[in-house]
Structures are given as structure tokens and as C-alpha cells.
């Protein structure tokens, strides 16, 4: 097909001290039509956490969240396989499931007028238009999206033209290596009053831990700025823990991280829910009866209520009217200038 190119991606592996750049505009922050070219540019086009493969262990079984606007779900069908979909009736928009985890039975049944369709997302039976007659069931069937999984997660994008999950985490994967299965899980979920990305471009740099994080561990703050950037992954490695454990950083475009620390691995999924919020929704897995995970847990929440307070602040500020841009730190904030570059790219 025709038509005008893509603009370049910026790329960046290693070094990131050569990026000199300064903040993005203020309206980057707060436009609600940015946002809106957000939801269709980036998070539809991107892999999205939904969830782990062990809540889908039944036929049935199903997941469900929205991301940026968008009600997704995954179900588990009759042979084993994954399928998701836009968790959206065909009929009149009603949802498919309501809850974020549960089980179908052998079908999914609209909520609202109680359409059934099959786990292979085609209308098996329309409530009271079999007596009407005239409906074309193979013309109504559900929505899809892509599914895949990684290392017991469950991924989405909306984007069926998109490229293999293992694409974007090749970077991760290699410097995972192999690992076991943690099975133990805590979940807990904030929402935080400000832009997804200022809450992003707070996870991207270590400039602000010791303003902000004075608790923490001075070794925790070494070295923080030193972040790497592969393909779709930005990665920093933290101290070894006093038992020798490794510990790492990563953050997964576009709103995705990960924390491997006192054997404890933190996801954080960043979902937008408009151009002035997002909900972080938190999952710690872990070894079962593992005496370190109260410290994890609570250090995390503690950093999470930090990142959170200083977020809001500077989504108010940006607000206000006064500040327009500001110069980026080289050697602190490269992986920022490497963010807002990729985010204009992507929405023109």
C-alpha cells in the first residue's frame, strides 16, 4: 500500500550519555487529543500485560482488564489454547465478563442480552432472534486480539499484524537467562492522579531516589542512572543481594516494568485511564514461605506511595500554566529524551 512513511524510531543501545535533549512540550501532558492518538498509535499497537497463564488453567477459565480504554479479555477453550478478545458484545456493545477473573462454562454469554458464543469466538445463539429469523450468525462473531505467552504471563495487543511477543523480549529473556517458576503472588493496585508518562519518565531515570527515596539503601542508588536501552527494553542491574542473589531493573515499552530484588519479582503495568490518570497494578511472585518477601513487599509500596506523591505534584505543576520545558541530564535523563522521542514518533 501506499502512502507517507513511518518517522524513524530513534534506537539506542549502550551509552546513552550522547542524547542531549529537553523536556517534551507541557502539552505533551495534558491534551486530551494526544492522549487520544496515544490509545491507537501506541497502546494498540503494543504488547499489554493481562495477566498470569495459572488463572487460565480450565477451560473456561477467562481474564479481564482494561488498558487505555480498551476492555480485553483471554479465555481458555476446550483444547487448551489461548484466545483472546475486545471484551465487547458485537450485538450492542455489552461486556462479555464483568469480573477480572473467573470462568465461562462452555461459553461465553453476553451480559447484557445473553448472546453465547463459542470460545473460538463465533455466535452460536442470539436470545429471541431465532424466533424473528433473518439474522446472519457468522457475521456477529466476537472481536480478536493476539495472545501469547511468556514465562507463565499473559500478553495481549490489540494489533493482529503485530510481531511475536518474543521480539519485544528478546532483550529481557537473554538477560534472565533461565529461571524457575515463582508461584507465591501478592496483588494490590493504586491510581495515580497523573499523565501515564510522567509517571514513566519517573521510572526511566534514578536522578530523583535520593530527593525523593531517602529510606532507601545507599547501594540501591549506585549506579541507577546507568540505564541500557535494547530494542523494546530498558534494563539496570541492581546490587547483589547479602545471599549473593542477582537483582535487576527493567522497564518494557511502553508500560511495563519488572523488579527482580530480594528474590522477590514485582510486575508494575502503568494502564492510562485518561490523560491526567493511571492505575498501577502491582504483582509480586515469589517462592512460597520465602522469609524476604515482607521486606520487598514493603519497601516497594513505600517507593510506589513516593513515585506517586512526587507524580502528582509535577502533573499539578504541568497544569498550572508556568512551566513550559526544561533542559535533560545527559548522564541521568537520556533514557527520557530516548521516551519522548519514541512517543512523538510514534503519534507524529
Known sequence: MGGAAEPAEPQIVGDLSAVIATTAPVEFYRDPEIFAAERTAIFAKSWQFLGLESD????????????????????????GMLRAYHNVCP??????????RGRCGREIVCRYHGWRYGFDGRLKAAEHFDDEG???????????????????FVFVNVDLEAAPLAETLRPLDARLGRSESLSARVRDSHTVACNWKVYVENCLEGYHLEGVHPGLEADVHAGRHDVRIEGDVAMHDLPHDADGSEGLWAWVWPNLG????????????????????????????????????????HTSEQMTDE????????????????????????????????FQARVSSRIG
Not at 93 to 99: F, Y
Not at 260 to 278: T, Y
Not at 311 to 338: I, K, M, T
Request: hydrophobic share 40%.
Open 258 to 297: 519488572l523488579t527482580l530484588n530480594r528474590g522477590v519479582l514485582r510486575i508494575e503495568h502503568m494502564r492510562p485511564i485518561g490523560p491526567d490518570s493511571l492505575q498501577l497494578w502491582h504483582l509480586y511472585l515469589h517462592e512460597p514461605e520465602d522469609p524476604r518477601v515482607d521486606a520487598a513487599h
Open 307 to 338: 513515585d506517586a506523591w512526587i507524580c502528582e505534584r509535577v502533573q499539578q505543576n504541568l497544569d498550572a500554566g508556568v512551566f513550559r520545558s526544561g533542559p535533560l541530564s545527559p548522564s541521568h535523563e537520556g533514557a527520557l529524551a530516548w
Open 56 to 79: 487460565l488453567a480450565r477451560a473456561g477459565d477467562f481474564i479481564a482488564e482494561t488498558i487505555a480504554g480498551y476492555p480485553l479479555m483471554a479465555v481458555r477453550d476446550e483444547s
Open 134 to 152: 433473518g439474522l446472519d450468525l457468522g457475521a456477529y462473531s466476537l472481536f480478536p486480539i493476539r495472545v501469547e505467552t511468556w514465562r507463565g
Open 91 to 100: 450485538h450492542r456493545a455489552g461486556p462479555l465478563v464483568g469480573e477480572a
